[in-house]
Nanobody, 124 residues
Framework: QVQLVESGGDLVQPGGSLRLSCAASGFTLEPYSIAWFRQAPGKVREAVSMISSSDDKTYYANSAKGRFTVSRDNAKNTAYLQMNNLTPEDTAVYYC?????????????????WGQGTQVTVSS
């Protein structure tokens, strides 16, 4: 069964850190670019960060620059999103998605596989 499974979401205080994981099963992650999207209540889903299949290109939304770091470990078939200095505005469900190719599309429809999401809540 082909799937992406996110984990690592939690309740954290402002200024805290979390590392999200995106584990692939049923297929090999290596040929895919990986994106992290998030969706806050009442808002549209937005691209947060991406890493190319070749591991040499990354993308960060302005809101993530300087605080988030995307990475991947093809040997573990897993991608990661390290999030530091979290704020309440980062509260959302975070999804990972896989795009087959070298590009880093920001359009959701381009992505072939999606995870079920993991909840990140930043609150004191």
């Amino acid at each position: 069964q082909v799937q992406l499974v996110e984990s690592g979401g939690d309740l954290v205080q402002p200024g805290g850190s979390l590392r999200l994981s995106c584990a692939a099963s049923g297929f090999t992650l290596e040929p895919y670019s990986i994106a992290w999207f998030r969706q806050a209540p009442g808002k549209v889903r937005e691209a947060v960060s991406m890493i190319s299949s070749s591991d040499d290109k990354t993308y960060y939304a302005n809101s993530a620059k300087g605080r988030f770091t995307v990475s991947r470990d093809n040997a573990k078939n897993t991608a990661y999103l390290q999030m530091n200095n979290l704020t309440p505005e980062d509260t959302a469900v975070y999804y990972c998605a896989a795009y087959q190719g070298l590009l880093l599309p920001t359009t959701m429809a381009e992505y072939k596989y999606w995870g079920q999401g993991t909840q990140v809540t930043v609150s004191s």
